[in-house]
T-cell receptor, first 112, second 113 residues
Framework: EAQVTQNPRYLITVTGKKLTVTCSQN?????MSWYRQDPGLGLRQIYY???????DKGDVPEGYKVSRKEKRNFPLILESPSPNQTSLYFC???????????FGQGTRLTVV | KNQVEQSPQSLIILEGKNCTLQ??????????LRWYKQDTGRGPVSLTI?????NTKSNGRYTATLDADTKQSSLHITASQLSDSASYIC????????????FGGGTRVLVKP
């Protein structure tokens, strides 16, 4: 089944403790991105990647890092999480930039 | 600045009734417009994608329209069902590096029996 898989689905952590949210897609898509969704603000892009080893900042990249060492994986790294990064995070992939976007099931992160 | 505005923010309709959601955008240069359905706590799922030359596109009981001149789109839901209760998000893609997606804030639809 074609899908985008994120892990974990839910995470509660403390300020400053590094964490990684994984994202994997099995559709051989070149284009992957990370979004955060906050009430009243809609989805905002954090980072995107157009192919292996090619990443770029989105609208709200501060406090986040990504890597794209393999085509299928695009992890989101929070080196020192802060409470303002409490949010619902989505990973998405597309076969090409104009193509349909497939979203993961989301990761709800709470930083206390 | 690229923006996508949706209205209404929320609406309640009775099962079996029709409704129309609106989307206005200022994204330029335009590439395509998408409508997504997002159930609570889940990832958005694509309903339709329309390019500049397409005026209307249907997906079952969902029909999207696009007026590229006025930069407006609508999503019509026919004979609503309880399972249509969700947020509907209008997303516009720009013809720029990365074909960045600009998301509207969504319309939350509640279908009541």
């Amino acid at each position: 089944e074609a899908q985008v898989t994120q892990n974990p689905r839910y995470l509660i952590t403390v300020t400053g403790k590094k964490l990684t949210v994984t994202c994997s897609q099995n559709m051989n898509h070149e284009y992957m991105s990370w979004y955060r969704q906050d009430p009243g603000l809609g989805l905002r892009q954090i980072y995107y990647s157009m192919n292996v080893e090619v990443t770029d900042k989105g609208d709200v990249p501060e406090g986040y890092k990504v890597s794209r060492k393999e085509k299928r994986n695009f992890p989101l790294i929070l080196e020192s999480p802060s409470p303002n990064q409490t949010s619902l995070y989505f990973c998405a992939s597309r076969p090409f930039p104009q193509g349909e976007a497939f979203f993961g099931q989301g990761t709800r992160l709470t930083v206390v | 600045k690229n923006q996508v505005e949706q209205s209404p923010q929320s609406l309640i309709i009775l099962e079996g009734k029709n409704c129309t959601l609106q989307c206005n955008y200022t994204v330029s240069p335009f590439s395509n417009l998408r409508w997504y359905k997002q159930d609570t706590g889940r990832g958005p799922v694509s309903l339709t994608i329309m390019t500049f030359s397409e005026n209307t596109k249907s997906n079952g009981r969902y029909t999207a329209t696009l007026d590229a001149d006025t930069k407006q789109s609508s999503l019509h839901i026919t004979a609503s069902q309880l399972s249509d209760s969700a947020s509907y998000i209008c997303v516009v893609s720009a013809q720029a590096a990365g074909n960045k997606l600009t998301f509207g804030g969504g319309t939350r639809v509640l279908v009541k029996p």
